[in-house]
């Protein structure tokens, strides 16, 4: 999804503003440049394993940051060609020079973002259901001694 895109989109721009990955400032103030913009790479939702690294998705990042195949249209939310989409928002296509197009590929930020996004979701989940094991015990005129420490440490699992 554009969201899951965006979020990818960020952790590249992290690792690689690191310094450490064999790529140009430029070509980092490109990126940051299309992340403001909100001019988004299609990254289709298949095509990784998660292991060792995640070069489906991070090389269709990197091909609409070059002006090349899909991108979100961050004005109507369409998918149209990267290069008109660049173009409309006053952003130059990524130009890659030696080890760059290894640096733009060569990481794990997919499912590190879709594990940041699920561990946010699960927290927001746990909560939920503690809000709702709260208004039931409420509803239902319980007590909290129910809760107590020395009750669950009998049973430990």
């Known amino acids: 999804s554009r969201e899951e895109t965006r979020r990818l989109l960020a952790l590249r721009i992290n690792i690689l503003a690191k310094g450490h990955s064999g790529i ?4 980092i103030e490109r990126m940051i440049a299309a992340f403001n913009a909100d001019c988004i790479s299609v990254v289709p939702s298949q095509g990784t394993v998660g292991a060792s690294g995640d070069l489906a998705p991070l090389s269709h990042l990197a091909l609409g940051l070059m002006g090349e195949g899909p991108m979100w249209d961050p004005e109507t939310g369409e998918i149209g060609e990267a290069s008109e989409i660049l173009a409309r928002h006053g952003l130059t296509p990524i130009l890659l ?3 760059e197009g290894l640096a733009m590929i060569n990481g794990t930020q997919m499912m590190s973002s879709i594990t940041a996004h699920s561990v946010t979701r699960a927290r927001q989940l746990a909560l939920a259901a503690d809000i709702a094991c709260a208004l039931s015990v409420e509803a239902l005129k319980g007590t909290p001694r129910h809760f107590e420490a020395c009750i669950h440490a009998v049973r430990p699992h």
């Open 24 to 27: 140009r400032t430029e070509t």
């Open 97 to 99: 020079e030696a080890k």
